[in-house]
């Protein structure tokens, strides 16, 4: 039985890596959504393997014959893998133009098939093994999650070694081990067929697999990836003369450096600036949110800096010890040093950028991220903050995403840590006395993000105790941006008085200050009406917030660490006017991130139906798969639906919360995934030996437990240097894990004695309710936050442990109970 293991193992490991690898490559050529998508393309996959089974179930087919099957399933998963990169890579399917090209629908046709393949062969090779020996389901059970875990933290090594591109083939390559591992099964004289010829089979294989070592070494040009045409990469490059000068992988992000002429980017710059810009490269992150490396190389060249609104800090705050908040390619840095800030602390949580920007010395020398006054920490803002007991003058939060309209919806399924209630509370913790929070946003119409910010501060410094947050705010914006400067104590008229000359020498709009009429704004750039001022004083009213938030047309109301979705403005009151815009707009998705999620589940659900309804329509006469006794459809489909919609309950959120506690959502989503995984197959190999039934209700209550835990967690230990916070993740996910592992093999041990030909609709059920859960905890994240959807996942297993304790009590007699 051990190649049988060995080889589930392989096939596992290269399924969640090519699962994770797909979600980086979706994040780098399209947008979030699609990298969401690629977990409920997974399921799916699983879901349909299921209902592939119970069509064609191994009846009486011998173990021999099986494995050679298996080892084809592995072969075919390998292929499939490329297909499916190849499919992501050149159909030309463009979301943008759903609505308006009927072509778009059989691109997608071709689109979503393509992905789900990798994933139906590796759920084959997994339901398979389950229902040829469903005796050994804890071990076969425990060798598939191992794999996945194994998988899950090959991507941290693998991706920055190889890079995206050759990241797929290496999955490939490992799913045709796994297929190698198979075969060698089959050299054992007993569980060989009569046809079946080991040696010239593995032979095959070794030739692909050596024909996929060429493909690592030396891919084609067919593999270089694509950027959607969309993204700020593939625009800049239209530029004069462009050139791609740096691009360089790392476990959660691609950056690239783009040199051309046609370069500008000075985020707000006012329009009462005469000259041109120096000359400036673009920094990407994952294909977006250019950032720009500013060559100062003439005298005159620093001139445009003090025309962006970022320097009213250091006019108010004269030699101002600064902290700034991810500054990218150092445009804030370069501000802060030429407005007289004695010293800047740059906090950059990824490493590739600090090397992209020095990688340009020759080019823009000397390096802004080099100055004597910059100390640069590499870490994120929450965990520094959380352990560091300096105090600053200025705490920055700079702009580093790309303009994208509210409508777009471009950025509404992503988490962000940086700008969240309790992340304001950690920036106002570390101002001096008279110090100043600054974040700048982009101007919208009408205005959402900038209001949200403003509601943001506001919650913020009333629960750091301040009664009235009015006098301790004031905002101005220019054409493009507007920044909002906080304070723990109230401004002073003479600071009022800076603050006026300072917008009216600059051509910058006033926003708010305590006591501003409405003449006083929307002067220089003019806007319809003086709508800004207006929602800044009703939402710096502590009387009228709640109600204004309240009646609001997008979702503006304050972030928090259990709902971290400050990109989310969608409500469903909009959904009227964005279906009218449908076909009229260039916008995705008609105007809403959100409405993914809402056609997706619509989708998941209709195709799930299908796949569970299959099988019982082609084969439901048959009495077998009625089931016999105590174990019949209806407690079967019941169980190990509330399985599946268990696990995505309580994985989903904490994929998102661990990204707050490790700083990287890359490191949560491989972490999270290996912990849980792990110990879930452990889990699984031991449930044989433990009373899983009672287990399972143990389980209801740590799921319940864990958002108090997590925060309790958080508090204490987020702070701790990365490699701590790593084995805290990890120790505190095994439990949660190992309990999570017991219910399907016991309820498939079940089965095995009372209706065996159940097995595999059981896999397909469970696959189906996966898919259908991926996407509705998502949308309880992002409405409802955290806690409420492991609440629903606890809810979910006490089901299960209903029908398990009360409907198949019979069945303990032959199953450990």
Excluded at 273 to 291: H, I, K, M, T
Excluded at 433 to 453: A, F, H, I, K
Aim: hydrophobic share 50%; glycine share 6%; aromatic share 12%.
């Amino acid at each position: 039985m051990l190649p049988l293991y060995a080889g589930i193992f392989l096939v596992s490991a290269a399924m969640l890596f090519f699962e994770i690898t797909l979600t980086r490559l979706f994040s780098v050529t399209q947008w979030y959504h699609f990298a969401f998508m690629s977990v409920s393309v997974a399921l799916l996959g699983f879901g349909a393997s299921g209902t592939w089974l119970a069509l064609r179930p191994p009846v009486q087919e011998k173990k021999g014959a099986i494995v050679r099957r298996l080892a084809a399933i592995a072969a075919l998963f390998s292929v499939s893998v490329l297909i499916a990169y190849l499919a992501i890579n050149h159909v030309p399917f463009d979301s943008y133009l759903i609505a308006l090209e009927r072509r778009q629908l059989l691109y997608l046709a071709l689109y979503y098939p393509a992905q789900i393949l990798p994933f139906f062969f590796a759920g084959l090779c997994v339901g398979l093994s389950l229902t040829a020996w469903p005796g050994q389901a804890n071990a076969v059970y425990a060798a598939n999650l191992a794999g996945s875990a194994a998988g899950s933290l090959a991507v941290l090594v693998l991706v920055p070694l190889l890079g995206g591109e050759r990241a797929v083939v290496c999955a490939s390559a490992t799913g045709l081990l796994g297929a190698i591992t198979f075969s060698i099964g089959l050299s054992n004289q007993k569980h060989r067929s009569d046809h079946a010829q080991p040696g010239l089979i593995r032979a095959s294989y070794g030739l692909l697999l050596l024909a996929l070592i060429a493909l690592l070494i030396h891919p084609p040009p067919l593999f270089t990836l694509r950027i959607s045409p969309y993204k700020t990469l593939a625009r800049s490059l239209l530029f004069p003369e462009a050139r791609v000068v740096f691009s360089r992988w790392n476990a959660f992000s691609r950056v690239d450096v783009v040199d051309s002429a046609g370069i500008h980017s000075a985020p707000g710059l006012s329009l009462s600036f005469v000259g041109e810009l120096p000359r400036q490269l673009a920094l990407l992150v994952d294909g977006a949110d250019l950032s720009p490396i500013t060559c100062l190389q003439q005298p005159d060249d620093e001139r445009f800096l003090q025309y962006l609104p970022a320097v009213l800090p250091y006019v108010l705050r004269p030699h101002a010890r600064a902290l700034l908040i991810e500054p990218r390619g150092g445009l804030d840095v370069l501000t802060a040093l030429h407005s007289g800030a004695s010293s800047v602390v740059a906090l950059e949580s990824n490493p590739l950028v600090l090397q992209a920007v020095r990688a340009q010395r020759d080019q823009c020398a000397p390096a802004v991220y080099d100055d004597p006054q910059v100390t640069v920490v590499l870490e994120d803002a929450r965990s520094y903050l959380r352990r560091s007991k300096e105090q600053f003058d200025v705490v920055w939060v700079s702009l580093t995403d790309t303009y994208q309209p509210v409508t777009s919806g471009a950025y509404s399924l992503s988490e962000s840590y940086v700008y969240t209630v309790e992340a304001m509370l950690e920036y106002l913790e570390h101002l001096r006395d008279d110090g100043m929070l600054v974040l700048t946003r982009w101007v919208q119409s009408p205005p959402s993000e900038e209001v949200r910010t403003c509601a943001l501060v506001a919650e913020a410094l009333e629960r750091a105790g301040v009664g009235n947050p009015s006098p301790h705010v004031v905002a101005y914006r220019s054409w493009s941006t507007a920044t909002l400067v906080a304070k723990r104590t109230p401004f002073r008229s003479e600071e009022i008085a800076e603050l006026k000359e300072f917008c009216s020498g600059r051509s910058f709009d006033l926003i708010y200050y305590e006591g501003m009429p409405a003449t006083e704004a929307n002067r220089y750039n003019v806007l319809p009406d003086a709508a800004h001022h207006a929602a800044f004083q009703r939402v710096l009213s502590s009387t009228d917030r709640q109600d204004f938030l309240r009646q609001y047309f997008y979702e503006i109301s304050p972030p928090t660490d259990d709902q971290p979705f400050f990109f989310h403005y969608f409500k469903w009151g909009q959904t009227q006017s964005i279906l009218r815009s449908l076909g009229r707009t260039w916008q995705p998705f008609g105007g809403s991130g959100f409405l993914i999620l809402v056609a997706l589940l619509v989708l998941a659900i209709v195709l799930s139906l299908g796949l569970i309804l299959l099988p019982l329509a082609v084969r439901g006469t048959s009495a077998g798969f009625r089931g016999r006794s105590s174990v019949g459809l209806r407690w079967t489909l019941l169980y190990f639906a509330c399985l599946g919609l268990g696990y995505l309950f309580a994985e989903m959120p904490l994929l998102q919360q661990f990204i707050l506690f490790l700083g990287q959502p890359t490191y949560s989503f491989s972490l999270v995934l290996f912990s849980v995984l792990l110990f879930s197959g452990l889990g699984s190999a031991l449930s044989a030996r433990l009373p899983w039934r009672t287990l399972l209700l143990v389980l209801v209550v740590v799921v319940l437990a864990y958002p108090l835990f997590l925060s309790r967690l958080f508090a204490l230990s987020i702070g701790w240097s990365l490699p701590l916070r790593l084995l805290v993740a990890v120790l505190c996910l095994g439990p949660l894990g190992f309990l999570l592992g017991l219910p399907l093999p016991g309820g498939i041990r079940v089965l095995e004695h009372r209706a065996p030909e159940l097995i595999p609709w059981a896999w397909a059920v469970n696959g189906c309710a996966s898919v259908i859960s991926s996407i509705v905890a998502v949308m309880g994240a992002v409405t409802s936050g955290f806690a409420v959807v492991l609440a629903a996942g606890a809810l979910a297993y006490f089901l299960a442990w209903v029908v398990a304790v009360f409907f198949w009590s019979h069945d303990s007699a032959r199953v450990q109970a």
